[in-house]
């Protein structure tokens, strides 16, 4: 009896000691505000809105605008593609993007897109982004809507 009760506290006592060495922090370190925000962004945006700009109908020319932002698994940015709006947002299979700096969230760079190359995240939610622009024009020189612009983009 006793010899049963030495093997049973025995397993009982290493089955404790595997379940503590088991129970360590194996969760990832906290993601900083870019990567929260750029996992945010890691998907496509359309359906746009536009909610201000410097002419009417500025809406016609941004309505089909679809922006996609690609990330790293540790959430960094990558690639970007945009459609729907090229006299706006011109890119290229080699296109990308990243932060401004790296203490802020909210500004953008467009690498090999033209004419906007950059742009700041007014609003950003699961569901709904928001971004303001500088327009200074198509390639191509028409001087038609100059100015600066914001618009509304959904999760699709």
């Known amino acids: ?3 049963i009760k030495l ?3 025995i397993t009982l006592i290493a089955l404790a000691a595997m379940i503590l ?11 900083d505000e870019q990567q929260q925000a750029a996992k945010k962004l890691s998907v ?6 536009v909610l201000s700009s410097p002419v009417a109908g500025a809406d016609g020319t941004l309505e089909n ?8 698994e540790s959430f ?18 080699n296109s990308s993007w990243s932060w401004e700096t790296s203490a802020s969230a909210t500004h ?14 007014e609003e950003l939610t699961e569901t709904m982004l928001t971004i303001s622009f500088s327009f200074d024009g198509p390639i191509g020189g028409r001087i038609k809507g100059i100015g600066e612009y914001q618009v509304r983009l959904t999760r699709q």
């Open 65 to 72: 605008l679809t922006l996609t932002f690609a990330t790293t």
């Open 108 to 121: 953008v760079l467009l690498l090999n897109v033209s004419p906007v190359h950059e742009f700041t995240i």
């Open 1 to 3: 009896m006793k010899y």
């Open 7 to 9: 093997s049973v506290s």
């Open 76 to 93: 960094q940015p990558t690639t970007f593609s945009a459609s729907g709006a090229p006299d706006f947002f011109l890119t290229s299979a």
């Open 21 to 31: 060495v088991n129970c360590k922090n194996d969760d990832p370190a906290p993601l």
């Open 44 to 49: 496509a945006w359309g359906a746009a809105e």
